[in-house]
T-cell receptor
């Protein structure tokens, strides 16, 4: 089935560790996005990528890094520089400008 | 700056009641798109509708309807005869030009709808 797959669904991290969240899509979409969701805050844009080997910072990029080596994949690394990483992370893709974004099922990250 | 405001944080209704979720937006773009998404307890966002800035016709899809009024910068969503399965968080979103190459969605903070039987 076509769609966006995020893994893992739940992730626990010790303070000071980097962790990488996986996002894969088989929709042949050019654009991919990472959003962070906190209770009562809606979704905030972390990073986005319009094409392979190119990505841009969103509103809250500090403490995060991404790569886009393949069209299908857009992994997000939460680094130790991110002071409050506990949140729900959603990956999305879209086929072009002005179109709706399709979302994965999300990864819930908890710092322990 | 572009912004989406959903003033209603939580709404509770009883089954079969009609309910309207409000969305007000700000943008300097002349061309833009508005969206509504539903987030059930499972967490995945489900796309409901996309509306462009040049089309102010109201749209109806089953029990769902949308009212777009450019004059008041609003894009409200009404559920008629609500059902328990409608319980979810609903997000309104606005397309934003992020660079010369593309767009991204900016979201409101969401409205949590609870429908009781």
């Amino acid at each position: 089935d076509g769609g966006i797959t995020q893994s893992p669904k739940y992730l626990f991290r010790k303070e000071g560790q980097n962790v990488t969240l996986s996002c894969e899509q088989n929709l042949n979409h050019d654009a991919m996005y990472w959003y962070r969701q906190d209770p009562g805050q809606g979704l905030r844009l972390i990073y986005y990528s319009q094409i392979v080997n190119d990505f841009q910072k969103g509103d809250i990029a500090e403490g995060y890094s991404v790569s886009r080596e393949k069209k299908e994949s857009f992994p997000l690394t939460v680094t130790s520089a991110q002071k409050n990483p506990t949140a729900f992370y959603l990956c999305a893709s879209s086929p072009g400008h002005w179109t709706e974004a399709f979302f994965g099922q999300g990864t819930r990250l908890t710092v322990v | 700056a572009q912004k989406v405001t959903q003033a209603q944080t939580e709404i509770s209704v009883v089954e079969k009641e009609d309910v309207t979720l409000d969305c007000v937006y700000e943008t300097r773009d002349t061309t833009y798109y508005l969206f509504w998404y539903k987030q059930p307890p499972s967490g995945e966002l489900v796309f409901l509708i996309r509306r462009n800035s040049f089309d102010e016709q109201n749209e109806i899809s089953g029990r769902y309807s949308w009212n777009f009024q450019k004059s008041t910068s609003s894009f409200n969503f009404t559920i008629t005869a609500s059902q328990v399965v409608d319980s979810a968080v609903y997000f309104c979103a606005l397309s934003e030009t992020v660079n010369q190459a593309g767009t991204a969605l900016i979201f409101g903070k969401g409205t949590t709808l609870s429908v009781s039987s």
